[in-house]
């Protein structure tokens, strides 16, 4: 089971100060972000892609190589890579040079991301999304697996006696996860090809996001890559907490009522009914979060969000502190319990590796 922490890298007002940072700032505390995750023993960090403001991270791999020279153990991945609008031909070759200069420690989750704008900025139309990520990603697949390509499809110029390169390291691909929280066409993508799916529930109520993981569990069994329990499912997470849940709830409260996507609405009680939002302490977060496994099966990765909103970076630092010192050591403990044999870890550059050389 890994845990850690996944950001949108927005740049937002703090409310109780009416100050947002500024770009530069926000860049340099996710980076801060990501070596505090590290140094409290969390095992991921992932960055979101985006193209337009409010959002800082339209490279991501930029981003991960920086922290990666940077860094020793965590895994380094993206919460979106955007694979309707990028070309493959590049993400094959941006992760594969990641992965060599971090020495295995990356992965990605492929999604259509939230912006609609996006399409015609790379000259895309979103009509064509889900048939984007379809083609998009079996032409990636390829790409990491045979060493000369040739390939015709709808989107893209056509491919004859291709290489990309860097190859692989070790002639292992970074293992994928396919992110949707609303598309049954992704998760049907990732059960064939046997990838991980990842549903970023953060702001879905538990019984649209059962529906769709057990879409991929049943579709997983049926493409013969083991037992719906075997498949590797990821969940989204979203956390204020300090010893006090009065306090938690009192400093949270501004950044949620002038969110621009909880904001305005329900109130932060009833949507912390609704969704895994969790404000208040260490142990209520902890009580929370294993509830997922009553709801979702057993799974490989939770992710937290815990920067969002405008909420200042001495806070959010407080909150890894707080997650890496008493939340994950408990949530290690309780997910092991019963956990049967047969279901797998989150997959990683070391044991996708000692797999290749069991088939060898």
């Known amino acids: 089971m890994q845990f850690g922490i996944f950001t949108v890298g927005d740049v937002t007002t703090d409310p109780t100060t009416g100050r947002a940072p500024t770009e530069h700032e926000r860049i340099k505390a996710m980076v801060a972000i990501a070596l505090k995750a590290e140094e409290v023993g969390l095992d991921v960090f992932a960055t979101g892609e985006h193209h337009n403001p409010p959002f800082v991270p339209s490279s991501p791999t930029t981003l991960l190589g920086w922290i990666a020279a940077r860094t020793d153990r965590i895994v380094l991945s993206t919460s979106t890579t955007l694979i309707t609008t990028n070309d493959p031909v590049k993400i094959a070759e941006d992760f594969a040079m990641l992965q060599h200069l971090a020495d295995g420690r990356v992965d990605l989750m492929m999604g259509r991301g939230n912006t609609g704008p996006v399409y015609p900025w790379f000259g895309k139309d979103i009509r064509d999304g889900i048939s984007l990520a379809v083609e998009n990603y079996a032409l990636l697949h390829r790409l990491w697996r045979e060493d000369v390509v040739n390939w015709e499809g709808k989107f893209r110029t056509p491919l004859q006696g291709f290489t990309s390169t860097p190859r692989p390291l070790d002639g292992v691909p970074p293992f994928v996860w396919h992110g949707s929280i609303r598309s049954p066409e992704i998760a049907e993508q990732a059960a ?99 509830t997922f496994r009553e709801h979702f099966g057993d799974y490989q990765r939770q992710l937290f969000m815990v920067d969002g909103g405008g909420v200042p970076l001495k806070s959010v630092l407080e909150q890894i502190d707080l997650l890496g010192e008493e939340v994950v050591p408990v949530l290690r403990e309780e997910f092991a319990k019963g956990r049967p044999a047969d279901v797998p870890d989150a997959p990683t550059h070391a044991s996708l590796l000692a797999a290749k050389g069991s088939e060898d």
């Open 192 to 290: 064939y090809y046997g990838d991980g799916f990842f549903h970023n529930n953060i702001f879905w109520p538990k019984e649209h996001t059962k529906k769709l993981i057990e879409l991929y569990r049943e579709r997983y069994a049926h493409y013969g890559h083991g037992s719906a329990e075997q498949a590797i499912v990821g969940l989204g997470g979203h956390v204020y907490m300090r010893p006090n849940s009065q306090d938690a709830i009192r400093e949270f409260r501004p950044f949620f009522d002038h969110s621009p996507v909880m904001g305005g609405g329900i109130s932060m009680e009833e949507y912390m009914e609704q969704t895994p939002l969790t404000v208040g302490t260490p142990e209520q977060v902890i009580e929370k979060t294993l």
